[in-house]
């Protein structure tokens, strides 16, 4: 017997494992059905994982650190880690505010959305370490009881946060609560209100009698969209951002006119100071401030107090997926095609930061290549600097600017066309901020 069949006859049995199943697997192959198969039990199908990264310093992230000399030698964190949060609730969707983020859960108690990070307006409700002592800082997520009148069956279907405000969106209705300077909650401003101290929630059961479906926040104002595609909007509108026709504040959620008069709108996005719509034809609209040509080519304004259709997006094809940024817009048409125009980081390379017409980014820089010919972008998201894509096969790309390590990338380098970010499971949500992520996964197994 030479030494290779030596080998050979001595080696050790070896296994493989697939989709949670494992067989051992002899080097004699009779033995094969000998052996048994081991079943290794798997999560549940509604059990998901919360990661985040970015700022540290904000408390943004849910992660509590014991001292501040930690928080001193590590400011921010540059890759997706766990929030033990996630763990202990059943986190169901997520928002990212200007440095905080709130969370909503499935719960059988009026403890259905949690918040964390900075707390300055009650944006994240009302919390005291003692009497009259309100905390201006959460490190670690903490509930935001709700007025609800049947907490045991009631839903939170969406969050949307903005500067210093949050909308949450349930099957009761809206609940806003936060900073009110603008009317970006809803209701009557009430001069020098002291927020740190409020505890006030504004309820908004329905609007002209319709179901709302849908909740977008930006900067300092606040979108609402009905069952029946109408558009509602309140809060700052110096940049024409409210879609009312005019530049003034507005309190009252008010109907938006315009080129979406007669349009079923779908879905909204909105992160600083302009507005994208998308209705049910795949067409974009938009108002708001255009100083970059995010919603027209240049024609002299820059801003645009109306709704108005973007043509030059009809060239692109269908879309099915949009996203606004502080200065820049991404749209995904239905073939799977990511655009990228305006002003920023924009996802062509080093020496593209404004485009005037939607810029096409290629698929190979989301995974596509002949090895992966299925991979396909699904879902287009903006932080207020970057920008991010999920694909058909859960896997995460983000690209622009890196404040405090926000792309999640392990550096804090710009980032100028997407990258994949590594995180431990199927990325279903991606949630941005200014300068932190919250990504909710679906594990592997």
Partial sequence: MNKLSRLVSHAPKCSRSLSGVRRKYPINREEEQKLPVFEYKTSKNTYRRVFSWGNIYTG??????????????QQ?????????????QEVTTAACGFGFTVFGVRSETNQKIWGTGINTDSQIGYHEVRKDHPLEVLFYPKPIDLPLKQPEKTKVLKISAGRAHLVVLTDEGVFTLGNNAYGQCGRKII????YIRSNYINHIQDIDGKNIVDVTCGQDHSLLLTEDGCVYSCGWGADGQTGLGHFENCSEFTKVNGDIQSEKIVKLSSKSDFVLALNNKGQVFGWGNTEYSQ?????????ISSPLHIKMLDKVGQIK???????????LNDTGQVFSWGYGLLGCGPNVQHSKEPMHIPEVLFGKN????????????CGLYHGAAITNSGD???WGRNKNGCLGLGHEKDQYFPLKVAIGGYVEQIHCGVDHCIAICKPFI
Avoid: H, M, W
Wanted: charged residues 30%; hydrophobic residues 25%.
């Fill in 76 to 88: 921010c964190l540059k890759y997706p880690k766990r929030i033990g949060f996630g763990e202990r």
């Fill in 60 to 73: 943004a992230l849910g992660k509590p650190y014991k001292t501040s000399e930690k928080l001193e030698k």
């Fill in 321 to 331: 997926s949009i996203a606004s940024a502080g200065s820049f817009c991404l749209v």
């Fill in 370 to 381: 002949e090895y992966n010919t299925d991979s396909k972008v699904e879902k287009v998201e």
């Fill in 396 to 398: 995460l790309y983000i």
């Fill in 295 to 303: 919603l027209t080519l240049d024609n002299g304004n820059q801003q």
């Fill in 191 to 194: 001069e020098n209100e002291d």
